[in-house]
């Protein structure tokens, strides 16, 4: 059985763990295999979550949102899946930064200015980065849903 909540990166891999860690990294070539290896440790959605209302729009590849509201923990649980290495990754990137938080904690979240810190998306090309953020646009809106 899936079970969205016990959804980590390695061992609560963080936003700051990834961000120290890309700009560790000499060049985006290997860059871009970090952020493939980081796809790599998120579960796949299986194929049952795979539905119409979970896809998100926007993204070059195909993407599935699956999420989790615990109201007595105030706490918004995702997963992400994708038929893309590097779009996993890019999903388990934002996972590190929004998964397991309050929906005001997502809300609050400024991506941009992560995405801005880590040179992420002057990195992708523009279709990448419009799906990006329609992920991003579709985790802050339901937090924003949970949040009201």
Known sequence: MFDIRSINLGKDITAEDIAEDLEFLD??????RYIIDLGKQLPAL???LKTEDRFV??????VWLETDYDSDADTLYMAVDSDALI???LAAIVLSALNRRTPQAIHDYDMD???????LLSHLSPTRGNGLRAMVARIKHQA???AA
Do not use: H, M, N
Request: with cysteine; charged share 45%.
């Open 27 to 32: 060049d985006w070539e290997e860059r871009y």
């Open 46 to 48: 299986p194929d049952e």
């Open 144 to 146: 924003e849903t949970l």
């Open 57 to 62: 729009r926007g993204c070059q590849s195909q």
């Open 113 to 119: 200015a992560f995405f801005d810190r880590i040179d």
């Open 87 to 89: 779009v996993k990754g």
